[in-house]
């Protein structure tokens, strides 16, 4: 242990000297170089785990809500717009899809430690895994729905009676979002006994 600490000590002190070899600018362009390296690969990464051949790459998304998901509108439809995961479920700006991969962090944790490796696990756990998916909408104000779906273009008189009547007060007076009424549109609800309204 003595020596490990040494070590590091001895490294510490190093990094702490100035430069013998090297000038200012060199050290500086290098820093500079390194970091587009870095910033590169970062977000070559980041681009990388946002597609839906990543999202699916593990058994617990294919095999479970993925089925769910190409039987929807979202998935095949007569305009062949298609919404992939990362559409639902990643935000387009920078900085709320870093926050939503650190939130993500969990979920590798739970692939690390098997949480719904199997089918009966995923369904035991489907109303929590949905609510936790429902609240996060909830409070961004179904930011990655308002991504393909803009409020200000939808034209009522294509819609029917009872939606154009709920898009046009509820959702355009801010007191309903997305989600409050169209849970389950892309993946099949969890038992939803004991929920009010349903």
Known sequence: MKALFALLKDYWGILCRPSVYFSLGFLTLGGFIA???FWGGFNTALELTNTEKFCISCHEMRDNVFVELQDTIHYTNRSGVRASCPDCHVPHEWTHKIARKMQASKEVWGKLFGTIDTRDKFLTLRRELAEHEWARLKANDSRECRNCHNFEFMDFTRQGKRAAAMHST????????????????????????GVKGW
Not at 171 to 193: V, Y
């Open 35 to 37: 970091g587009i390296i």
């Open 170 to 193: 509820s959702l355009a007076n801010g007191e309903a979002t997305c989600i409050d009424c169209h849970k389950g549109i892309a993946h099949k609800l969890p038992d939803m006994s």
